[in-house]
């Protein structure tokens, strides 16, 4: 599929979610937190552009092992990345252990007797959410280092809060994608200032996408349209999980 009509399909269905919603508001951040929460990644990190991965290609004859090859291999910011022999392959949101077993079945032509690919991420690029909407400064926020926790009212906090005459915070959006099942979850949130002192807090992983729509719904769709293009965060592919 090509990348402009991937991107432009889970877009769709983001604006009709996010129009279609029958009900005023979504859960509040407490009553969600816990589910929300237990689909955060941990050990694996996924591949993101600008990381810089290691990648070993070992061949196996007998009780003989044999590195075939070392390579250093940046992502590129439309998250593809070239491989010693391959064409170019698209790896920004998967984790290193399924991006080594595809590039294993890619080698298999290439490559006599069983053979293994393992890759390792040597620098990570600044791990970032995606804030846009009626908040005072959409754009890109940047995670804390060392994988410390950080939540979804810390991140609107950190945009300059929403806007108080239009933000329509009880219909807040999270969007994530999901590595483990190559899909995007995305929540309603009723995300509103009276919330925000609760005991459960949703947490927010590298390359999750906050949408405060407007008060006046017709223009979700236009929203979407505009900030989507220059800030969701890669790769937003497959089908919308709840």
Known sequence: MPRAASLLAPLASLALLATSCSTPQGPSIAAIAPSINA??????????????????LRTESGREETELFDQSVRVQADGRAAFEGLDVVYVAGL?????G?????????LVEGEHTVEIASSERAPRTV???????????????????PFGLVDALGRVGGPRKRTAWLSNTLLVRWDPTISERRTWTIDAR?????????????????????????DRVGLALDSYVRRLIPLPYLGTPRD
Request: glycine share 12%.
């Open 39 to 56: 689909t955060l990644l941990e050990g694996e990190d996924v591949i993101e552009p600008g990381d810089l991965l290691e990648v070993r």
């Open 193 to 217: 200032t009276r919330h925000w002192a609760a005991k459960e807090e949703v947490f927010l992983q590298p390359g999750d996408v906050v949408f405060v729509p407007n008060t006046n719904i």
């Open 101 to 109: 077993e595809l590039l294993t079945g890619r080698y298999a032509p």
């Open 95 to 99: 984790l290193p252990s399924v991006l």
């Open 130 to 148: 995606t804030i846009f909407g009626e908040v005072a400064r959409p754009g890109v926020v940047g995670l804390p280092e060392g994988g410390r």
